[in-house]
């Protein structure tokens, strides 16, 4: 049982370049969500998913765009990466309603 | 707006001792509380979660976490900590009727033998 997978790991980008963040859930969990961590910051949310074709923003949604084609996944597109991007990204899903959520093990972005 | 406040960003304790770690939030309606873990280089894992009921609550790792509405906190609790203990650890606030789980800035546990 995989759980959360986030791909990749490490990702070093230039200013201006374009990336995906991939996170798949093998749970068959309905409710997705990307967040950044930054020090001092704890976590923010960036977009969050409730089903298949339907996302929502979060606290911190600007420079970042999300699609969910399927239950399992739900990729994280930067479209124009800047130095503000450079954080550690995970990857959280849960069944409905409140819960518990597991995370990914996280991707270390860092933008020069 | 909601918002959790966790004061205490890096806590130092000795293999053996007891600890607590403090969590404030601020919520209109009837809050659901979590404290997560995480270990370097790792994900978080949810200890424990208040959705109702008794205001004590346990958590896995010997955990536990007490709701306290008068005081708006919910704060963590071990009565003996283990050098394993030494992460970071996060409060986080919601609500059912939404879907967003808001984090606290995290508290760093350092443990000395």
């Known amino acids: 049982n995989a759980g959360v997978t986030q791909t990749p790991k490490f990702q070093v980008l230039k200013t201006g370049q374009s990336m995906t963040l991939q996170c798949a859930q093998d749970m068959n969990h309905e409710y997705m969500s990307w967040y950044r961590q930054d020090p001092g910051m704890g976590l923010r949310l960036i977009h969050y998913s409730v089903g298949a074709g339907i996302t929502d923003q979060g606290e911190v949604p600007n420079g970042y765009n999300v699609s969910r084609s399927t239950t399992e996944d739900f990729p994280l597109r930067l479209l124009s990466a800047a130095p503000s991007q450079t954080s550690v990204y995970f990857c959280a899903s849960r069944t409905g309603g409140i819960g518990k959520l597991f995370f990914g093990s996280g991707t270390q972005l860092s933008v020069l | 707006a909601q918002s959790v406040t966790q004061p205490d960003i890096h806590i130092t304790v000795s293999e053996g001792a007891s600890l607590e770690l403090r969590c404030n939030y601020s919520y209109g309606a009837t809050p659901y509380l979590f404290w997560y873990v995480q270990s370097p280089g790792q994900g978080l894992q949810l200890l424990l979660k208040y959705f109702s009921g008794d205001t004590l609550v346990q958590g896995i790792k010997g955990f536990e976490a007490e709701f306290k509405r008068s005081q708006s906190s919910f704060n963590l609790r071990k009565p003996s900590v283990h050098w394993s203990d030494a992460a970071e650890y996060f409060c986080?606030?919601?609500?059912?009727?939404?879907?967003?789980?808001?984090f606290g800035t995290g508290t760093r546990l350092q443990v000395f033998p």
């Open positions: 986080a606030v919601g609500t059912y009727n939404t879907d967003k789980l808001i």
